[in-house]
């Protein structure tokens, strides 16, 4: 069973910067890829940043490029995603999510299986 725990999230300033993390059990982690995804009051899940498993390759909504980066440390059994320049827009949960299957990434999040509890991103104008 793979567990995800995302933390980081919190109350900021428009303009402010925060580093969500997901820490993440099991042992085949570095063979998958890991999603940001993010859930606002009313509104669908919809993808933000998504990194391949070995790191080289990542993707991004177009809403979040140039503020967002999306990074991996596969010997902790992490993903970050570093959100700079924050907009009261950027206001939702925070999910992280591993892709269903190995070596795969993906921007669709019917295809991750796995994922954390949430962490609240509240942006103040």
């Known amino acids: 069973q793979v567990q995800l725990v995302e933390s980081g999230g919190g109350l900021v300033q428009a303009g402010g910067s925060l580093r969500l993390s997901c820490a993440a059990s099991g042992r085949t982690f570095s063979t998958y890829g890991m999603g940001w995804f993010r859930q606002a009051p009313g509104k669908e899940r919809e993808f933000v940043a998504a990194?391949?498993?070995?790191?080289?390759?990542?993707y991004y909504t177009n809403a979040v490029k140039g503020r967002f980066t999306i990074s991996r440390d596969n010997a902790k059994n992490t993903v970050y995603l570093q959100m700079n320049s924050l907009k009261p827009e950027d206001t939702a949960v925070y999910y992280c999510?591993?892709?269903?299957?190995?070596?795969?990434?993906?921007?669709?999040?019917?295809?991750?299986?796995?994922w954390g509890q949430g962490t609240q991103v509240t942006v103040s104008s």
């Open positions: 990194i391949s498993w070995n790191g080289g390759t990542t």
């Open positions: 999510a591993r892709h269903r299957t190995v070596y795969i990434t993906s921007r669709n999040k019917d295809t991750y299986d796995y």
